[in-house]
């Protein structure tokens, strides 16, 4: 872990903090909520070690990178913005893409806006679904689930950030980071985080330092900048307008788990295995649904992982 660069990036307006090691062709990666570059720290040594030089940078928002007040600075134009003026600085062309979570999300739409600066893409967890032109998204998923359910409890700001700060921050992020539970995260506003199950222990792939280094970075930091990306969710609906229908035009290989709460929303198997996926993303090239594994899985399959996107990208 020593041997990973911290540097400060200046792009579209905000300081963005990078963390890179190893030389060789660039695979940025992307993280997601409540995470860091830090999500990464497996695959950047054992990717690094097979040849990459591997970039995984706190998005804005996040760590040790700028977090604008404003929702408003946080919708997919903004972060994708950030990233192209990251791979300037870096002056490099094209990169093979990796995201997690809203990571993944955020590298959708990187395909879909600049398909000319990636090279292939493994994104995990969080499948493409092209805009819906008749309902917005957040509203979607409260017809969905109700106004319980985590993404609709984020939208008024300050009150997810009263629940978290009822809590210490290293068991915010244990409840976040080892849920097992597929079913739909809801978080009743009497009783906010307390809804969700304490973990029993901490499980084998996740120690105490690990889950304090995060921890700090939020304590320091806050999560209303990783908050505000749920809240510009409707605004970025609005503002994606022009992209409908599009599909995404690089090679893809998609990872979900099994216990994955994204894989459990209604219609999302069908739609994955039945060939609407497919259709969207035309240059899928592999599929992969892991047995037993929940949310954040590059964490708990780091080798795996690591493996599953070194095979695909070695092909190109």
Same mark, same amino acid.
């Given at each position: 872990?020593?041997?990973?660069?911290?540097?400060?990036?200046?792009?579209?307006?905000?300081?963005?903090?990078?963390?890179?090691?190893?030389?060789?062709?660039?695979?940025?990666?992307?993280?997601?909520?409540?995470?860091?570059?830090?999500?990464?720290?497996?695959?950047?040594?054992? %990717?690094?070690?097979?040849?990459?030089?591997?970039?995984?940078?706190?998005?804005?928002?996040?760590?040790?990178?700028?977090?604008?007040?404003?929702?408003?600075?946080?919708?997919?134009? /903004?972060?994708?913005?950030?990233?192209?003026?990251?791979?300037?600085?870096?002056?490099?062309?094209?990169?093979?893409?990796?995201? /997690?979570?809203?990571?993944?999300?955020?590298?959708?739409?990187?395909?879909?806006?600049?398909?000319?600066?990636?090279?292939?893409?493994?994104?995990?967890?969080?499948?493409?679904?092209?805009?819906?032109?008749?309902?917005?998204?957040?509203?979607?998923?409260?017809? %969905?689930?109700?106004?319980?359910?985590?993404?609709?409890?984020?939208?008024?700001?300050?009150?997810?950030?009263?629940?978290?700060?009822?809590?210490?921050?290293?068991?915010?992020?244990?409840?976040?980071?080892?849920?097992?539970?597929?079913?739909?995260?809801?978080?009743?506003?009497?009783?906010?985080?307390?809804? %969700?199950?304490?973990?029993?222990?901490?499980?084998?792939?996740?120690?105490?330092?690990?889950?304090?280094?995060?921890?700090?970075?939020?304590?320091?930091?806050?999560?209303?900048?990783?908050?505000?990306?749920?809240?510009?969710?409707?605004?970025?609906?609005?503002?994606?307008?022009?992209?409908?229908?599009?599909?995404?035009?690089?090679?893809?290989?998609?990872?979900?788990?099994?216990?994955?709460?994204?894989?459990?929303?209604?219609?999302?198997?069908?739609?994955?295995?039945?060939?609407?996926?497919?259709?969207?993303?035309?240059?899928?090239?592999?599929?992969?649904?892991?047995?037993?594994?929940?949310?954040?899985?590059?964490?708990?399959?780091?080798?795996?992982?690591?493996?599953?996107?070194?095979?695909?990208?070695?092909?190109?």
């Amino acid at each position: 872990m020593e041997k990973i660069e911290h540097t400060t990036v200046t792009t579209n307006g905000i300081k963005m903090h990078v963390a890179s090691i190893g030389s060789g062709p660039i695979i940025l990666f992307l993280h997601g909520f409540p995470e860091l570059w830090y999500t990464w720290r497996h695959q950047l040594l054992s %990717l690094s070690s097979l040849g990459y030089r591997c970039v995984a940078p706190d998005l804005r928002g996040y760590g040790d990178s700028d977090a604008p007040p404003s929702p408003e600075s946080y919708t997919v134009f /903004h972060v994708v913005g950030d990233l192209v003026g990251l791979l300037d600085a870096l002056g490099v062309d094209k990169v093979f893409l990796v995201g /997690h979570d809203w990571g993944a999300m955020i590298a959708w739409n990187f395909c879909l806006f600049r398909p000319d600066r990636i090279k292939a893409l493994v994104n995990l967890s969080v499948p493409y679904h092209p805009r819906n032109p008749k309902v917005k998204t957040v509203d979607g998923y409260r017809a %969905l689930f109700g106004d319980d359910f985590y993404i609709c409890r984020f939208q008024v700001p300050g009150e997810a950030e009263a629940h978290f700060a009822q809590m210490d921050t290293a068991k915010v992020m244990k409840k976040f980071l080892t849920t097992r539970d597929p079913n739909p995260p809801c978080i009743p506003k009497e009783t906010g985080l307390k809804a %969700l199950p304490d973990p029993p222990a901490l499980p084998s792939w996740l120690s105490e330092d690990e889950i304090n280094y995060s921890a700090t970075k939020f304590n320091q930091k806050g999560f209303t900048g990783g908050l505000n990306y749920y809240r510009a969710m409707n605004l970025n609906w609005e503002l994606m307008a022009p992209w409908t229908g599009l599909q995404i035009q690089v090679p893809v290989k998609f990872i979900v788990g099994d216990l994955d709460i994204t894989y459990h929303i209604p219609g999302v198997k069908e739609y994955l295995q039945n060939g609407g996926f497919k259709k969207n993303v035309p240059f899928l090239q592999e599929l992969v649904v892991m047995e037993g594994v929940a949310h954040f899985i590059n964490q708990e399959k780091p080798q795996e992982i690591s493996m599953h996107i070194y095979d695909f990208i070695k092909k190109f």
